[in-house]
């Protein structure tokens, strides 16, 4: 075959593979193409910084996300859930298994990019917060132990996960936070955080809400109000 002849064959299949590489971004007939998951409805985003976007996702009863793209390693704690389906691209929707209010789940989608639909079938609102790992790479933070109060959920080479459960006048333990991180209120209340000076400082959060902490910080947390609180707490690795 000539030079000429090589180039226009692989002229003619220029499309083609173009179109396969642009498939996985697709959506099903009739349907707008996917967007990042930080552009389609009811996923905001809340947060960001050059470690972590935080994502606030609330969609309503009735309501569904449309198709959207995730690429980035993410962790996401459930605030609310509901009856909702899912549905990948290329697949029929099929239903969600429930999760536990408070639950925390890493997704590796870094290596496992998923576009796909989420919908709302149920008469309660879906509340997620997920907190997306910029880099691809672990970071190199090394949490560190922590004491009574706190229970350890989750540990991976990106992530480690902590939760807290205080009921009134309860405090847990001094530590100091070694990796940065993010915390996620389940159940708020009023809490005191007492600092390695005894210095208290007072905090009323409320479920939902979410916090960026610095590493290095070294404090001891009581719970000064009269309802339980409930907090998870991520640290980068």
């Known amino acids: 075959m000539t030079r000429a002849g090589l180039c226009a064959l692989l002229a003619a299949f220029a499309p083609l593979a173009s179109a396969q590489r642009a498939a996985p971004n697709d959506a099903p007939d009739g349907v707008p193409p996917a967007v990042n998951v930080e552009r389609t409805s009811y996923h905001v985003p809340a947060f960001s910084n050059e470690l972590v ?22 962790v996401g704690v459930l605030i609310n859930d509901t009856a909702r389906t899912g549905q990948a691209l290329g697949a029929e929707a099929t239903v969600t298994a429930p999760r536990g209010r408070g639950s925390a789940n890493f997704t590796n989608y870094a290596r496992e990019p998923l576009v ?14 997920v907190v997306e790992l910029l880099d691809p790479r672990p970071y190199g933070f090394t949490p560190q132990s922590r004491g009574q109060g706190y229970t350890q959920i989750l540990d991976n080479e990106r992530v480690r996960i902590w939760r807290l459960a205080l009921e009134p006048g ?20 009023e809490i005191v955080e007492i600092s390695a000076d005894g210095r208290e400082r007072g905090m009323a959060p409320h479920s939902g809400e979410f916090f960026w902490q610095e590493a290095g910080s070294t404090r001891a947390v009581r719970n000064v109000g009269g309802s339980r609180v409930d907090v998870i707490e991520v640290e980068l690795k």
């Open 53 to 74: 976007t935080v994502l606030n996702v609330f969609i309503p009863p009735h309501r569904e996300s449309g198709f959207h793209r995730h690429s980035l390693d993410s």
């Open 116 to 129: 796909h639909n989420v919908a709302i079938t149920g008469d309660a609102p879906f509340h997620n917060i």
């Open 170 to 189: 309860q405090t847990a333990a001094a530590i100091t936070q070694a990796a940065p991180g993010v915390r996620v209120v389940i159940d708020g209340g």
